[in-house]
T-cell receptor, first 113, second 114 residues
Framework: QQQVKQSPQSLIVQKGGISIINCAYE??????FPWYQQFPGKGPALLIA?????SEKKEGRFTISFNKSAKQFSLHIMDSQPGDSATYFC????????????FGRGTQLTVWP | NAGVMQNPRHLVRRRGQEARLRCSPM?????VYWYRQLPEEGLKFMVY????????ESGMPKERFSAEFPKEGPSILRIQQVVRGDSAAYFC????????????FGSGTRLTVV
């Protein structure tokens, strides 16, 4: 049973465009929602994360939007660049100290020039 | 400060052999996590360890898989009598005590069972 559902599975965006990846969860005990970026042959790298006390967090071109009532959160990549082409994973966890992460299945993003 | 070090990067085993995957956490990190990634799938949690303790092994298959994180040395994920279905990328991550923001992954070990 997938605790975090992610869509779309793949995404193609033109350079300069906005990439949007969506995730949904069911477990209301989740209180930490990170996004990871993974390049081929590499391990995932933490990109940005949010807790439910805020509805949005922005770091550079990357923004997380969080809707607690809908149990959904999304990643927006503004001004997408070819170097952003990677697989993106959303995840969720619970507890004040980080333990197990529940990952979505991933979105393969391709940004073409 | 070297990141999370995993070795070997690639491991080929015949069915029935044992696979031992090693993970050295970042300096100062006392928590280690193991995840498995199958093609076209996300990462699946396997086990969470602190030094000499297993904190959460709810994602570990009941048979053939074991993990340890001794007082000295790297964490080891051990798979006995490997089968083709064990072929996957295995990632280790580490975090410091009291961490509540995120952990750092290694580059993984890609296990192929032939």
């Amino acid at each position: 049973q997938q605790q975090v559902k992610q869509s779309p599975q793949s995404l193609i965006v033109q350079k300069g465009g906005i990439s949007i990846i969506n995730c949904a969860y069911e477990n209301t005990a989740f209180d930490y929602f990170p996004w990871y970026q993974q390049f081929p042959g590499k391990g995932p790298a933490l990109l940005i994360a949010i807790r439910p006390d805020v509805s949005e967090k922005k770091e550079g071109r990357f923004t997380i939007s969080f809707n607690k009532s809908a149990k959904q959160f999304s990643l927006h990549i503004m001004d997408s660049q070819p170097g952003d082409s990677a697989t993106y994973f959303c995840a969720a966890s619970r507890g004040s100290t980080l333990g197990r992460l529940y990952f979505g299945r991933g979105t393969q993003l391709t940004v073409w020039p | 400060n070297a990141g999370v070090m995993q070795n070997p990067r690639h491991l080929v085993r015949r069915r029935g052999q044992e696979a031992r995957l090693r993970c050295s956490p970042m300096k100062g990190h006392s928590h280690v996590y193991w995840y498995r990634q199958l093609p076209e799938e996300g990462l699946k949690f396997m086990v969470y360890l602190q030094k000499e303790n297993i904190i959460d092994e709810s994602g570990m298959p009941k048979e053939r898989f074991s993990a340890e994180f001794p007082k000295e040395g790297p964490s080891i994920l051990r798979i006995q009598q490997v089968v083709r279905g064990d072929s996957a990328a295995y990632f280790c991550a580490s975090s410091p005590e009291g961490n509540n923001y995120g952990y750092t992954f290694g580059s993984g070990t890609r296990l192929t069972v032939v």
